[in-house]
């Protein structure tokens, strides 16, 4: 039996079952315009070079409940089933992640706020935030913690985002940001890269608004 088929029923299930509330949860958001963003969870065991994870099918309106709205693929992202649906295009970054970071579960979405600001620091290629009390929901306890959220460039191209993935993940910083385009965010399991997702958003609406009242034109 392949390593995918000895993973039991009810263990598919439930991630497809969590899988869809988080969707639902984020679609109410307005997380999904435009058929953006893309969501996976990992599931069985891991090592660096087989996994598996389930993962939004390319190009559908996340913000409906349909059937046929994930499918199951490996490190590769080759799918583990039969199936007519294609997977995200932005898979290769989920990918990548999950290979660095061992991650449970990746949450990539569009934001008016997370595109201003990877375009404002762009130059610098991170967002510097500092004192922030939300800066504890990565686990970083340190009085007045400064943390850089890093930005990679947007290529057309996706797999070509991959490398700058590789080297500018901070393994710190659970998140990493494509210059106005979106964030990834992952965590060890659904629950924490939810709010480590909340805690980025919330934090460069911080920093958008702040700039803004500094006097940033
Ligand atoms: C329609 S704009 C969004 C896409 O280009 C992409 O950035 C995105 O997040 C969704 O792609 P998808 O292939 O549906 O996962
Ligand atoms: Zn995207």
Known sequence: MSAFASIPLEEKRRVLEEFTAIKADFASRGWFAGTGGNLSMRIGPYSPDEFFFAVTASGKDKTRSTPEDFLFVDQDGKACETTSLRPSA??????????LTGAGAIFHIHSVFNNIVSEWFWERRS??????????????????????????????DVPRIVPEITERLDP????????KHGICAWGKDAFEAKKHLEAFEFLFEYVYRWELLKGRA
């Open 172 to 179: 710190r910083i659970p998140g990493l940001l494509i210059r």
């Open 90 to 99: 932005e898979t290769s970054l989920h990918r990548e992640i999950y290979r």
């Open 127 to 156: 967002v510097p935030i500092e004192g922030v009390e939300l800066i504890k929901a990565f686990n970083i306890w340190d009085e007045d913690a400064a943390i850089d959220v890093p930005i990679v460039t947007n290529y057309a």
